[in-house]
């Protein structure tokens, strides 16, 4: 029987985790400190080991940035920092954590993996019920999923093991506020 889970990679492109990368400073560091890089190889091989599908989510806008929302205080450098332009090496997948054939390849616009994306259409053609999220930024795509997945019934995990924010901060106010909405794991404890 196929598995109801999927293990979701969330924004670790290499603008934002990779040492060349625009996040050389932010999260690179904080991937580091807190050994993020080995424990989210540690989550995708023991999902591939169990049969259970990775799906990876970019964050990436068209060359001329006609989806980048020009007030947003998160997106709106983007464009003037040439970061996130989809079909350049920013927006590819940290090669580290490298997708295979098979895997979801699911490109969002804005924060939630969920809004105006393939993500839900998705999990529902391949019978998921059961979310396990892991990437950049703890208070950002993994705080959105996890409380969009949350309100449309899905069973939420955050690896907080295989999450960073862009301060120790931001990473812990995020898992406190998550703890109502998702159970909070690690690579080692989790069960795909």
Request: aromatic fraction near 8%.
């Amino acid at each position: 029987m196929p598995s109801d889970t999927i293990l979701l990679v969330m924004d670790m492109i290499n603008d934002l985790v990779h040492p060349d990368g625009a996040g050389a400073k932010t999260y690179v560091v904080k991937c580091g400190e807190r050994n993020v890089y080995e424990n989210t190889r540690l989550a995708i091989r023991k999902a591939r080991e169990a049969g259970t599908m990775v799906g990876y989510v970019r964050v990436g806008f068209s060359p001329d940035y006609r989806e980048c929302p020009p007030n947003s205080p998160v997106f709106s450098r983007a464009r003037d920092n040439g970061l996130f332009k989809l079909g350049g090496w920013g927006t590819e997948v940290f090669e580290d954590f490298a997708p295979q054939p098979g895997d979801a390849d699911i490109i969002k616009h804005r924060v939630s993996p969920f809004y105006g994306t393939a993500l839900l259409p998705l999990l529902s053609a391949k019978g998921i019920r059961r979310l396990v999220l892991s990437g950049v930024s703890t208070n950002g795509v993994v705080q959105a999923a996890a409380r969009e997945g949350h309100d449309r019934d899905f069973e939420c995990v955050v690896l907080e093991d295989c999450c960073a924010g862009a301060t120790d901060e931001e990473h812990e106010y995020a898992l406190a506020g998550l703890r109502r909405f998702a159970g909070i794991a690690t690579s080692s404890s989790v069960s795909l």
